[in-house]
């Protein structure tokens, strides 16, 4: 069992940054992919961010330039830098690892709200 929390969520103006966090525990040491997800009311949920246990990333196309994804292995954490935020941005954020054995584990989520 991986057991995730986020923190990090708030309110900011457009233009503005935040920094997500997601620390892992449990059996945090067979988690392979680790990603950021957001879901608006009514809406899929749709990935953000992805970064593999190597560090490779990849990004959704509307994020790009502005995030940044990144992981401290050491501390069980991922990372989401968020700057240059829009309204559009305001979404529910939610942290997903998958393990070695492809088991998906979610957060609870964290809100981030921009205002215009």
């Given amino acids: 069992q991986v057991q995730l929390v986020e923190s990090g969520g708030g309110l ?3 233009g503005g940054s935040l920094r997500l966090s997601c620390a892992a525990s449990g059996s945090a040491f067979s988690i392979n992919v680790m990603s950021w997800y957001r879901q608006t009311p009514g809406k899929k949920r749709d990935v953000v961010a992805i ?3 190597g560090g490779s990333t990849n ?3 509307s994020v790009k330039g502005r995030f940044t994804i990144s992981r401290d292995n050491a501390k069980n954490t991922v990372y989401l830098q968020m700057n240059s935020l829009k ?4 979404a529910v954020y939610y942290c997903k690892a998958v393990t070695m054995t492809a088991i998906p584990y979610w957060g609870q989520g964290t809100q981030v709200t921009v205002s215009s």
């Fill in 12 to 14: 900011v103006q457009a």
């Fill in 51 to 53: 970064i593999t246990s």
């Fill in 59 to 61: 990004y959704a196309d």
């Fill in 87 to 90: 309204p559009e941005d305001t």
